[in-house]
Nanobody, 123 residues
Framework: QVQLEESGGGLVQSGGSLNLSCVASVSMNAMGWFRQVPGKEREFVAGLRRNTGSTDYADSVKGRFTISRGDAQNTWYLQMHILQPEDTAVYYC???????????????????WGEGTQVTVSS
């Protein structure tokens, strides 16, 4: 059974930084991060394709967040800088083993999900 394990998150003041990590039990072709606040749909934050190394980001986090892959192909990270209160959410790592012509940015593009980790940014 494929499992994703997240770590990181927590409470930080506005303007601060946090790092998230995710480890999958098997190698993945697409790796990403999503976030969700109560009452809203889960939204794409950042994604990475293993074979090309290409990345994509939501407009709201461009220039502040960086997704990267670890030396182990089943590990990836999200570095978050200049955090704002509107970044407060539960963050989920997501992954998929399907090769796609483009990096997926929809929830349905990812089969495997972590349990989520809370990120809270105080003003």
């Amino acid at each position: 059974q494929v499992q994703l394990e997240e770590s990181g998150g927590g409470l930080v003041q506005s303007g601060g930084s946090l790092n998230l990590s995710c480890v999958a039990s098997v190698s993945m072709n697409a790796m990403g991060w999503f976030r969700q606040v109560p009452g809203k749909e889960r939204e794409f934050v950042a994604g990475l394709r293993r074979n090309t190394g290409s990345t994509d980001y939501a407009d709201s986090v461009k220039g502040r967040f960086t997704i990267s892959r670890g030396d182990a192909q089943n590990t990836w990270y999200l570095q978050m800088h200049i955090l704002q209160p509107e970044d407060t959410a539960v963050y989920y790592c997501a992954a998929d083993r399907t090769f796609r012509p483009r990096l997926g940015i929809k929830v349905s593009d990812y089969l495997y999900w972590g349990e989520g980790t809370q990120v809270t940014v105080s003003s």
